[in-house]
Structures are given as structure tokens and as C-alpha cells.
């Protein structure tokens, strides 16, 4: 099933002529190949006529920064090439578990192929040159644009023995939003994970209690993904009414 | 016969012994003997000895806690969606309402994220993170002030509850000479700051250093050698190291394990390497030794605050890009809100692209390039981490914080079953968790 | 030293509405209901600095059966405005109900899926505090207004037709988008 979408998501990026048009027109842009977040068209993110500046035919897609070729520089060489090390002791091809590797903004990101998503945590835990003891939390993205993996986990993993902070991202298609829990690994991830579950539906395979935590037990929908709108009213004052936030114009 | 009541009677609500005369000791006895002492009690959402709207929902026997589960989200605000909707510096004024009891901290770990997705680190300058450092401190103070003085009140001690407040009321003033509001600020912004600091600012906060140490040492000669006190808080609220990694706890929970980890020395920002101070720690892994670690925390704060008063040189507070810097030394206008009458008389009057550049950068903001960061502070509860994501716009396109206190608070499961009921305030207060950062 | 020495013949007439009122607003006893930001401010209204107990009001009570005021004190989420009208329930009549700062009078900045957008959608409000977080001052001034509304309010027949004039003139009152005028 996700291997199917995995395959899927790459042949449809190809598919879609308007955006090779643009990335043939434009200059390089900053995180060439990452995942694209957004399609802007026009030059003042107006979408409502509203761009008279000429500039209302510019199509210009945005991506995510993309994967990063080694060298990566510092501790990410050797972090890097530990958890390949180690993962090839368990028999698992890094190319299998590890999709690609990002280093932006000094930070480094490894995707990780959600089955694989167990057992490389669990490496990163119990690895004596990675012992990232500390897991952060969870944090959800949702990116209706990236098709076929909608739904992104980030995991932030902390070693307070190596004093280093890594991130872990997993993705799953809205279709089937499933990834496997990491409470066996990193207990503290109870409670993140019910609130990812919460606001974004991810549903964790494995969690002992998956159930709303921050919102009523028998609320509709999952609030903080990007098609739930925010929900606000209109503020009446005298004479005029101002339209809540999602529904005024907006400039990005 | 010997019994002298009626036999029990099984009826829908249970068992009811009706008691006609008789010994009273056979009557409890008969009771004790149906053995359904275990009962859930359900503390809170409102209940005075539970920060803010936390829910506890226990399964006691007798006075022992067999079971501890906290309900949340009674708080639940949807900052997190809100600020999707939102440029990247209207962002502040939502972030500092999340742990409301440490604005500063939340303000800068976000502004850290957004200076980070800009690339402009290094080119915030020192003022403004001296400035930053400064507030953060004070606000480590005022926090744990309102954590000791909160747990006072939990254990009883109204006394210790007034002391509190009476020192935070002087911080609080500190706060609103510098950023016009005792809460809420929204004083850092990416970038820098709001303003300057006002004239008048640096005496008096080295006035409040000098009052501050002398008032310290009532907190200790109230609480620290108290037998009561020592009596409710020692092994109370026990988590060991194992328990902290495993939980994710941090901060002085953390500490009180004797593990010294702290993000200040760790994985220094705002200059923080350059600061002289120490990490408190405690070996007893208890309520007791939280509560010395946040009165030491609190000395070491007035240490860092000192420095920063005596590094404090003019210059900007603000980057120079003025892609990214809102017009700052704003100044009180007639209408009371911030107005710069400089600024205003120079896009007004001399330069029509400086006034559709005002325009365009308070109307729709900055772009930030695409990308993700995490920066992480260490708030006075433990790591307060900020992830957000970027596409390219000029708002947040997700911003998820790691707050302390959610994640703390999980560990009061572990540190409560077992234990007698009242214990379990104890161990709550000792957690400190704020409701506003738990359910964000 | 009080008003009974003023008085020269020992004794004073009044009414019964203006001796209850006189009595009820002397001892208000507020429920604690502290949720978010306006809880801080709330609790240093009673602590030192500011010391509510000038008021007869420094006991805030754990039950809201022992209560008759409510200071919903900050944003009541979608969750808690179940609990809230429980809370509001229990209380034993004649209650009132302060919203304090802008989040429990309407919504505030969180104008969003989360939040009530406003606490008068779930309980009846005496007084709106705005303010964010409003100043211990202002939760003073409020609660003062509170006790003259409390001195000035009536009894048993004329209460039902102050209850009614105040139905006729809501049911009469122009909604908000369609006044004119200033925004104040």
C-alpha cells in the first residue's frame, strides 16, 4: 500500500506539465527537489483578481528543501553514517529505511520509511555512539499539495550524552494515515501522539490508548489539518462586520 | 439472632444496611466485608488546589491512589491553527499566551525559529539578545515565584502564597515599564525587539536585584527548613533519571535527578555561553528537591541578571534589514497605541516608497524562505521547544510547540500511584505545569 | 464609629430591597474559576499588593455551592463550557457572573474552532470586564459595579418587572451593524 503510494508520488510530479514549465522558465530556487508545499501564481499571492501588476500569470512552485548529497558537514557525517551502520548490522538496507536525507538550516532531517520508523528509533535510542535518549514529542504537518504522503509526522530526537538534535520525518497518504506508535520506544510520546492523532488524524499503530485528548471526546473532524477551516465568526461593530480570519485576504 | 439491623437489602443503587439500634462496630464491620472500597474520584476541571483547569480523575483506596489519569485540553485554545492565519510577527502575540506565566520564553523560542528559517542569526544584535536575556531571567524568576507560592497554597501555607505574589507584583512592574503590559507582551519580536528600553528601566531593575536578594532569604527561612513543609514535599513526587529520559521530562524535574542538563549550557542561545552561572541540581529525585532547585534557579537568575546590566551598551535593538524590521523605538502615540512620530514623519513626508514599503511590510509581513527549524529554550518547567514550517509566505505555515509543561505533566501518573491522596497536590505542584502551555 | 452612631434617634428606616442589597453586596463570595491568563491577575487581586479582603471578598471559595459570584477569569474552550454551566448550576441563587478580560466576554483574539466566543452563550452576565489580561484595578472596579448593581437590584414583584422592562428594551435595541456613529 505505501509502497505503491511512494511509487505513486514521484510519477505524478512528472505528470503535471504546468509545474515542469515552471521550474524550466524560472532560476533556481532555494530547495530545489524537496517536496513542493504550494503552487504560488502571480507576484502578490492576490488570488482574487486583485493582482494588477502584470505579474498575475507568474506560476512558481515552492518546495520544501531537498535531499542533501554527502558531505553533510559536522556530527551529521557521523551520526549518519552510524545509524547506516547500525542498521545494516539488523539486516535492513539504510536505502530501505532512510528515503533521504536533508541538511538545511544546520539542522539534520532524515526521512524514514513509516514500517522501518520502529526499529531505526529504537537504533537511535540504544546505539551507544547515537543514544538519542530524549525524544521531544511528535509534531504533525499537513501538506495537501504533496500527494500521496499528506501527512508528515516530525519527531525531534535529543542525545544529551552526544549533546545533538535530529529530526525524524515520516509520511503517511490521507488515504490510509497510518504509523506505527513510538510509545514502546519513547514512552513520553503517549501524549504528543494523541495530540497529533487529535488535530491531524494520524492514527498510530500500536499506541496502548489513541484517543482525543485536547478536543471533546465527540468532536467532528480533525481541526488543525489544512481543509478544517479555523472556524472563527464574523465581529460585528457598528455599521460593519469583519470576516474571521481564514476568510479575509490574504497575501501568501 | 445476634445481629441487631435488619439484614442488607440488595437494592439498584447497592447494598443499603438499614440500622435499628445496636452495636455500631458490627454495623461498619458488615459494611467493610462487601469490599468495594474502590472508588474514583474525580478532581477538577475547577477545583482550587489544581493549576488551572486540570482535570484528575484517581482510583483510590482508602487514602492510597491506585491509579492516576489527568484529563486535559480544557484549555485547548487553537493557537497553534490561529497563528496559520497570521503574519509571521503578529505570531508573538499569540505565542505569548500560550504558557502565560512565561511569556518572554515563548516569545523568544519562537522568534528563534523564525530568525533561523530567515537565516539572520547573527545579525540580531547584542542588545536585543542581552535584552532578551535579561527578560527571560526575570521571567525564570517570576515563574518559579508563582510556582512556589501556588504549591505554598496547595500545602496550606497562605503565608508563602502572599510572599510570592508580593515579589512577582515587583517584577510585574519591571515588566510593564518595559513593555507597557504586566502580561501578554509580545515585546520580542523576529528580528529584535518592540523598542528600546525605556530610560528609568535599568535602575530600577537594579533596584528590584538588590530588594530581590534580600527578600530570598524569607523564602528559605519560611519553607526550606520548615518540618511541615519538609514533611509533605520530601519523597514526595519520586521520578528518577531513568523515569525523566523516559517520560521526557525536563527542567527541574529533571534535575532534582542530579543530572545537570540544561539548555543554557547545553546548547547555549542569545549568547548565553558568555553568562557565569551554575546549574543546581539535587540527588533526591523528590518534591523537596524541585523546590530548592527553583529557589537556587532563582539566585542564579538575579546572578545572570546582574551581568546583563552591566553589558548593556547602546545600539540598535532591531536588524538592520528593513525587509524584515518593523519601525522600532515606537513611542506611546495619542491614540494609545505604539506610534513612531520619527518614522511617521519620514514615510509620511519625505519618501512615498518608504510609506508603501511601511505598508506592505505591516499589511502582509515578510516572506520566509521554505524550510523547517526547531529551537528549543529551556523555559523554567524543561525544554520549551518550537517546530515550525515554512512555505514561503508570509505566515507560519505550521508552528507546533513542545511545551514543558504537556509533557511534564505526563510523568504525574508515575510519580503519584502508590502514594496517599494528598500527595498527589504535592506532586502536581511540584510538576508546576501552566494549563495555558499544557492544552495551547 | 460606623453609621450607627450617626444616627441621632437609634434606629433608621429603609427599604427591604435596599437592606438585603446592602447585605448581599457585603459578603460576596466569588467561585473560583480561574482558566487561563485573567486567572494570574485574578489570584494577585487577592494576594498582597491589591488585597481583595478590603472588600469582604479575599475568600474565594473551592465549591461553587458555598459561592454566589463567578469570575469566569479567561478563554472557555469548546470543552469546558459543559463544565462551566455545571458549575454555574450548582450555585445557589442569587448568583452573578463577572466575565472577565476579552477571551469570556467574546471570544477575544481566538476567534477560532476552539474557543466560545463569548461565556454570555452559556451562562447570563452581570459584568463584562475587557482587557487582556485585564489590570487587578480594573477586576476591583468591576467587582465595585458589581455591588452597586447588587445594591440596586430588586425584589420579588418589582424584580419580575424589572425583568421584563429589561426583555422589552433587548427585544427593542438596535442590533450592532445596524448602528451608526463612532466605534465606542
Redesign the interface.
Known amino acids: 500500500m505505501s509502497d505503491a503510494n511512494g511509487k505513486g508520488a514521484p510519477g505524478s510530479e512528472g505528470a503535471n506539465p504546468e509545474k515542469d514549465l515552471s521550474a524550466q522558465n524560472l532560476p533556481g530556487q532555494?530547495?530545489q527537489g524537496?517536496e513542493e508545499?504550494?503552487v504560488?501564481r502571480g507576484m502578490?499571492?492576490a488570488n482574487n483578481g486583485g493582482d494588477t501588476s502584470g505579474y498575475g500569470g507568474l506560476v512558481r512552485s515552492?518546495?520544501?528543501?531537498g535531499p542533501a548529497a554527502r558531505p553533510y558537514g559536522g556530527w551529521f557525517d557521523e551520526v549518519a553514517d552510524e545509524l547506516e551502520g547500525a542498521l545494516e548490522e539488523q539486516d535492513l538496507l539504510p536505502a530501505n529505511a532512510i528515503e533521504k536525507t536533508v541538511v538545511?538550516?544546520?539542522?539534520l532531517?532524515f526521512h524514514i520509511e513509516r514500517e522501518h520508523l520502529v526499529r531505526v528509533a529504537k537504533t537511535l535510542r540504544d546505539d551507544p555512539a547515537l543514544r538519542f535518549?530524549?525524544?521531544?514529542?511528535v509534531?504533525?504537518?499537513?501538506y495537501p499539495n504533496d500527494k500521496g504522503r499528506e501527512l508528515h509526522a516530525?519527531y525531534?530526537l535529543?542525545s544529551?550524552t552526544h549533546?545533538r538534535?535530529i529530526?525524524l520525518e515520516v509520511s503517511a497518504p490521507d488515504s490510509d494515515p497510518h504509523i506505527p506508535s513510538l510509545f514502546e520506544v519513547?514512552?513520553?510520546?503517549?501524549?504528543?501522539e494523541r495530540?497529533t492523532y487529535d488535530?491531524f488524524g494520524i492514527v498510530f499503530d500500536g499506541h496502548p490508548a489513541l484517543t482525543?485528548?485536547?478536543?471533546?471526546d465527540d468532536?467532528q473532524g480533525f481541526?488543525?489539518r489544512k481543509d478544517?477551516?479555523?472556524?472563527?465568526?464574523p465581529?460585528?461593530?457598528?455599521?460593519?462586520?469583519i470576516p474571521?480570519?481564514?476568510q479575509?485576504r490574504?497575501?501568501? | 439472632m445476634s445481629t441487631s439491623h435488619a439484614s442488607p437489602r440488595e437494592t439498584t443503587e447497592g447494598t443499603v444496611y438499614t440500622v435499628t439500634g445496636g452495636d455500631w462496630d458490627e454495623v461498619v464491620e458488615s459494611a467493610a466485608r462487601t469490599d468495594d472500597e474502590r472508588i474514583v474520584v474525580n478532581m477538577g476541571p475547577q477545583h482550587p488546589s489544581t493549576h488551572g483547569v486540570l482535570r484528575l480523575i484517581l482510583e483510590i483506596d482508602g487514602e492510597t491512589v491506585t491509579e492516576a489519569r489527568c484529563g486535559i485540553g480544557y484549555l485547548h485554545t487553537g493557537i497553534e491553527k490561529n497563528l496559520e492565519y497570521r503574519t509571521w510577527t503578529q505570531g508573538t502575540t499569540f505565542v505569548t499566551r500560550m504558557d502565560y506565566l512565561t511569556p518572554f520564553f515563548n516569545e523568544t523560542a519562537y522568534c528563534l525559529a523564525v530568525e533561523k528559517l530567515l537565516g539572520i542569526e547573527d545579525q540580531v544584535p547584542d542588545r536585543a539578545s542581552i535584552i532578551r536575556v535579561l527578560l527571560m531571567e526575570l521571567n525564570r524568576l517570576s515563574s518559579h515565584l508563582v510556582c512556589i507560592a501556588t504549591g505554598g497554597m496547595e500545602l496550606g501555607a497562605t503565608t508563602i502564597m502572599i510572599y510570592g505574589f508580593r515579589d512577582r507584583e515587583l517584577i510585574l512592574d519591571i515588566y510593564e515599564l518595559i513593555t507597557g503590559l504586566r502580561m501578554n507582551h509580545a515585546y520580542i519580536r523576529p528580528g529584535g525587539l518592540a523598542q528600546d528600553l525605556p530610560p528609568g528601566a535599568v535602575d530600577q531593575i537594579r533596584e528590584f536585584v538588590k530588594k530581590m536578594r534580600k527578600n530570598l532569604p524569607e523564602y528559605d527561612k519560611l519553607a526550606t527548613g520548615n518540618p511541615i513543609f519538609k514533611a509533605r514535599m520530601q519523597d514526595v513526587g519520586y521520578l528518577d533519571l531513568a523515569g525523566c529520559m523516559a517520560l521526557g521530562a525536563t527542567g527541574p524535574i529533571l534535575r532534582s535527578t542530579g543530572l545537570p542538563h540544561d539548555l543554557r549550557k547545553a546548547q547555549p542561545y542569545c549568547g548565553y555561553e558568555t553568562y557565569d552561572f551554575d546549574i543546581p541540581t539535587a540527588d533526591t529525585c523528590d518534591s523537596y528537591g524541585r523546590f530548592l532547585i527553583r529557589l537556587e534557579e532563582m539566585r542564579q537568575s538575579l546572578r545572570i541578571v546582574e551581568q546583563c546590566l552591566d553589558r548593556l551598551q547602546p545600539g540598535p535593538v532591531m536588524v538592520e534589514d528593513k525587509k524584515i524590521a518593523w519601525p522600532a523605538q515606537l513611542a506611546l502615540g495619542p491614540d494609545g497605541l505604539g506610534n513612531s512620530l520619527d518614522h511617521i514623519k519620514q514615510i509620511m513626508g519625505t519618501s512615498m516608497e518608504a510609506l508603501i514599503h511601511h505598508f506592505k511590510l505591516v499589511t502582509e509581513g515578510f516572506r520566509v524562505p521554505p524550510g523547517q527549524a526547531y529551537t528549543a529554550v529551556e523555559s523554567p518547567k524543561g525544554e520549551l521547544g518550537v517546530h515550525v514550517v515554512s512555505d514561503g509566505g508570509t505566515r507560519p505555515y505550521r508552528v507546533h510547540f513542545r511545551d514543558p509543561s504537556f509533557t511534564n505533566l505526563q510523568a504525574m501518573a508515575a510519580m503519584c500511584e502508590g502514594g496517599q491522596v494528598a500527595d498527589v497536590i504535592v506532586a502536581v505542584a511540584s510538576i508546576d505545569p501552566v494549563m495555558g502551555g499544557v492544552d495551547r | 464609629m460606623g453609621l450607627e452612631e450617626k444616627l441621632p434617634s437609634g434606629f433608621l428606616l429603609t427599604t427591604v430591597e435596599q437592606a438585603a442589597g446592602w447585605v448581599r453586596k457585603s459578603s460576596v463570595f466569588p467561585a473560583t474559576f480561574g482558566l487561563a491568563c485573567c486567572a494570574i491577575e485574578m489570584m494577585t487581586t487577592g494576594a498582597g499588593r491589591y488585597d481583595l479582603a478590603r472588600f469582604g471578598m479575599e475568600v474565594f471559595r473551592g465549591s461553587p455551592r458555598q459561592a454566589d459570584l463567578m469570575i469566569v477569569a479567561g478563554r472557555v474552550s469548546q470543552k469546558m463550557a459543559p463544565v462551566l454551566r455545571q458549575v454555574y448550576d450548582q450555585m445557589p441563587n442569587p448568583k452573578w457572573v463577572i466575565s472577565m478580560g476579552v477571551c469570556a466576554s467574546s471570544g477575544g483574539m481566538f476567534n477560532n474552532y476552539a474557543i466560545v466566543q463569548g461565556v454570555d452563550h452559556v451562562v447570563p452576565v452581570d459584568i463584562y470586564l475587557p482587557g487582556c489580561p485585564p489590570r487587578p484595578e480594573m477586576l476591583m472596579d468591576a467587582i465595585l459595579k458589581l455591588h452597586q448593581k447588587i445594591q440596586s437590584s430588586k425584589l420579588g414583584v418589582n424584580a419580575e418587572e424589572a425583568a421584563r422592562e429589561a426583555e422589552e428594551a433587548a427585544l427593542k435595541a438596535l442590533p450592532t451593524i445596524e448602528m451608526k456613529g463612532l466605534l465606542r
Open positions: 532555494r530547495g524537496g508545499v504550494r504560488q502578490f499571492g515552492v518546495r520544501l528543501p538545511d538550516r544546520g539542522e532531517t535518549e530524549l525524544c521531544t514529542g509534531s504533525g504537518v499537513h516530525v525531534h535529543r544529551i549533546n538534535v529530526r519513547y514512552p513520553t510520546n503517549d501524549w504528543h495530540e488535530f482525543r485528548i485536547m478536543m471533546p468532536w481541526p488543525q478544517y477551516p479555523l472556524g472563527g465568526i465581529v460585528e461593530y457598528k455599521g460593519a462586520q474571521a480570519p481564514d479575509r490574504s497575501y501568501s
